[in-house]
């Protein structure tokens, strides 16, 4: 069978290029020792590719063309790993929305135009500031996932943002405690959790300053796995990674989630879990397709 893998550009992995890099060659080494056919393509060349005949996909790409193009091959019934609609979930929008509404533990947030003056937004929030996120995509530029102070802060970043075309954003409370980050693959037992500053793991070094130093405050990593199962099957991925806000009671917020991360600092467990993950998934999609010709077969007989 073949599989077609596709690579993410380097605009869409800020400061993290090797290390996405690293796991997902050693996911499609795996998935070949088990006789996987697998052709790697960028997402520009999947876009132009010839005589594509419906193969599976794996893919890390995020490029809203790409998107767009493996959610209409999903519709008509290829396996894509992750989802392309889970990868579009993913943009922060409308994960704030359906994070929200699905009552999964998310910091108090709103979504905004960029052409709005958000003043009384700054008011409600509170000092000592609040998040401003672009709405419309991941973070691919320190600017697009801002902690600021004050009003004119917060217009300026809106302002900057309307500058570069992007309509809407997000706008959080700020939450005091420690950063965890985590990462995650559905259907095993795979759940992996740390503090991201203690091992220097993270994209920007000044929200350290913003967060303050990791306090370790103690919490329940079972609740933890649980609503981050909950937040991804909400999305729609199953390879996922994210980042909460642990306070001094032990109560926690996710404030990101995101498909297929780097799991740098587990890489190999998880490239043995994703793998597994994806043979089934392989294995469920044949099994399928047997099925839905023996039925039809069945019914042209009849």
Same mark, same amino acid.
């Given at each position: 069978m073949r599989v077609y893998a596709i690579l993410r550009k380097n605009d869409f992995s800020p400061n993290h290029v090797n290390n996405d890099t690293a796991i997902f060659q050693a996911v499609i080494g795996l998935l070949e020792k088990e006789g996987v056919n697998i052709t790697q393509v960028t997402e520009d060349d999947f876009l132009s590719l010839k005589g594509y005949q419906k193969e599976p996909i794996i893919t890390m790409g995020r490029s809203k063309a790409l998107v767009r193009y493996l959610q209409e091959l999903e519709r008509n019934g290829v396996l894509i790993i992750n989802s392309s609609f889970g990868i579009q979930s993913c943009y922060r929008t409308?994960?704030?929305e359906k994070l929200l509404e699905n009552d999964v533990p998310y910091p108090a947030s709103v979504v905004v135009n960029t052409h709005d003056d958000i003043g009384e937004l700054f008011d409600h929030f509170g000092l000592p500031g609040i998040w401003i996120?672009?709405?419309? $995509?991941?973070a691919v530029h320190k600017e697009d996932v801002s902690f600021v102070s004050t009003k004119d802060e917060a217009n300026n970043i809106l302002a900057e943002y309307a500058l570069r075309g992007i309509d809407d954003a997000v706008v959080s409370q700020h939450l005091f405690g420690d950063l965890?980050? $985590?990462?995650?693959?559905?259907?095993t037992d795979f759940f992996y959790w740390f503090h991201p500053y203690d091992l220097n793991h993270h994209k920007y070094a000044a929200y350290e300053q913003i967060n303050g130093a990791t306090a370790h405050y103690p919490f329940d990593n079972e609740a933890l796995k649980q609503a981050a199962e909950r937040a991804a099957e909400v999305l729609g991925v199953t390879i996922y990674g994210? !980042?909460?806000?642990?306070?001094? !009671?032990?109560s926690f917020?996710?404030?990101?989630?995101?498909?297929?991360?780097? &799991?740098?600092?587990?890489?190999?467990?998880?490239?043995?879990?994703i793998a597994t993950?994806? &043979?089934?998934? &392989?294995? @469920?999609?044949? !099994?399928?397709?047997? &099925?839905? @010709?023996?039925?039809?077969?069945?019914?042209?007989?009849?």
């Open positions: 409308i994960m704030t996120k672009r709405g419309d $995509f991941h965890v980050k $985590f990462y995650a693959v559905s259907g994210g !980042d909460a806000i642990v306070q001094t !009671d032990g917020h996710i404030i990101d989630l995101n498909d297929w991360p780097s &799991f740098a600092p587990c890489r190999e467990q998880a490239a043995e879990a993950h994806i &043979f089934g998934k &392989f294995s @469920e999609f044949i !099994d399928r397709m047997i &099925f839905n @010709e023996e039925d039809k077969d069945d019914r042209n007989y009849v």
